[in-house]
């Protein structure tokens, strides 16, 4: 279905950013060349420069004589007119020298340049400097500047050649960047469209090398493992729905109908009425159940947040059950944190979530057995630990008594709505925390525990 065109790449966000690198890349280039010509021919050009103020002076220091001589013997030697000296009298008339004409100057003693049409027919550009000696005849040093100027056309085709290089490698590495990036993303979309289609088993695809892609499919994955989650919770909730609030529903309908069938005196209405009024009481709490762990789902008392020790909380709550453990002669233990175990989060909400654990370890545990409470602090981690000795829950049921109205086969008889767990796992997502149910040998033991912090 998906196939990556040229068309497309220019639209890709890594061809793009390729493109504004290379351009980048490219002036910067283009300036660190041009720095360096500039220097290179400010160089050479100082020393043609002084070359020419040192022939001066070496001339200058000459006998006048000695000096028309070695201007000869040099002019002889200096077959290809590299460094041509030339000596004129005070109207420019030639007196030795290579070159016979006086070029025309701005001023005396400063290096200027000309075009030297030399006797065999080659032009030559020439860089030189007139100096007018003590008895008036000028002096004329020059230096050839054919190589210099061959060595900067040799720096400006190199600069043009490593430009173009460089925008063509640019260019192939943006098309690749664009290629490669639309390929993924291509993967991506072929996920997605998979997913929309009804495979929520599908995640997008993760490479592991933590690059942007990987960070955003990574936060998806997570999203989308939430969204299963919620849709089989809703699943499950809509069965279980149908399978235990079905009984107090028919119970409820047959005990009005039983009374309107059979006509009862109106001293027997208010009985009638009693066992409805309980009936419907009890779909009203298992209702607002539900309702408040939607509400802690939806995160609506997030901003009750404040600074709590959970020491305090698993004590309320551990007096708060103690007389039902007496009653069934249950040994209730409680083993505080050594250090205050504070963490931030919403109190009423932590100590629901500890009175619901403690409701079904001693509901599910039998007569004197010991139901132990234990708030723990370690290694960064704090949290709150129930222990009983009832009959533990199957493994294979530790995740689904996490939703709401699942009841086991074995709890279906006792009193409850299958709401317990499924509050406290709500109220563990919210502060962070990890509900975890695990073999007590004895028993059962159940874990709450997330990260210490404060808050801010």
């Known amino acids: 279905m998906f196939s990556v065109h040229l068309s497309d790449i220019p639209r890709t966000i890594s061809f793009r950013t390729g493109l504004m690198f290379l351009a980048l890349f490219g002036c910067s280039f283009l300036a660190l060349f041009g720095y360096l010509y500039w220097q290179t021919a400010v160089y050479l050009k100082a020393e043609a420069d002084t070359a020419l103020h040192r022939q001066v002076d070496n001339r200058s220091l000459q006998a006048p004589e000695l000096r028309a001589q070695e201007i000869r013997k040099h002019a002889r030697q200096d077959v290809e007119g590299r460094l041509p000296h030339s000596l004129y009298s005070a109207d420019g008339e030639l007196i030795a020298g290579a070159i016979d004409v006086l070029p025309a100057f701005k001023e005396l003693d400063t290096p200027d340049q000309f075009i030297w049409n030399k006797p065999d027919g080659n032009h030559r550009p020439i860089r030189f400097m007139v100096h007018r000696l003590e008895n008036g005849q000028l002096l004329l040093v020059a230096q050839d500047m054919h190589d210099i100027h061959e060595f900067d056309e040799l720096l400006v085709r190199a600069m043009i050649s490593g430009g173009v290089t460089l925008l063509l490698v640019g260019l192939i590495g943006s098309v690749l960047l664009g290629h490669f990036a639309r390929r993924r993303l291509d993967t991506l979309s072929r996920s997605i469209e998979a997913i929309v289609e009804g495979d929520l088993n599908r995640r997008l695809p993760i490479r592991g090398n ?6 955003i499919a990574i936060v998806v994955n997570t999203m989308l493992d939430e969204l299963q989650r919620l849709m089989s919770e809703v699943k499950g909730v809509c069965d279980d729905i149908a399978h235990d609030l079905r009984t107090p529903l028919t119970r409820l309908i047959a005990g009005l109908e039983r009374a309107q069938r059979r006509s009862d005196s109106e001293q027997d209405y208010p ?4 066992a ?7 779909l009203l709490l298992t209702f607002r159940a539900l309702l408040r762990i939607s509400e802690i789902e939806a995160s609506a008392r997030r901003g009750d947040f404040a600074v709590i020790d959970l020491n305090a909380i698993a004590a309320d709550a551990v007096e708060f059950f103690e007389p039902l453990a007496e009653e069934r002669n249950i040994i209730l233990s409680f083993a505080p944190a050594a250090t205050p175990a504070m963490l931030s989060g919403d109190a009423q909400l932590l100590f629901d979530a500890a009175c619901n654990l403690l409701d079904n370890a001693i509901k599910f545990s039998p007569d004197g057995s010991r139901v132990h409470v234990e708030v723990l602090t370690t290694s960064g981690s704090i949290g709150l630990r129930i222990s009983d000795n ?13 939703r709401r109205l699942y009841r ?17 796992s709500a109220v ?4 962070d925390m990890r509900l975890s149910i695990h073999d007590a040998l ?6 709450l525990l997330g990260q210490a912090r404060l808050p801010g």
């Open 390 to 402: 009832g009959p533990g829950i199957a493994e294979g049921e530790r995740e689904a008594v996490l």
């Open 428 to 431: 563990a997502r919210l502060h």
């Open 271 to 274: 009985a009638v009425i009693d």
């Open 442 to 447: 004895p028993g059962c033991r159940v874990d």
């Open 210 to 215: 933590h690059d942007d892609i990987d960070r």
């Open 276 to 282: 409805a009024m309980v009936e419907a009481k009890g």
């Open 408 to 424: 086991s086969e074995a709890s279906r008889h006792t009193p409850g709505n299958g709401l317990g767990l499924s509050m406290v």
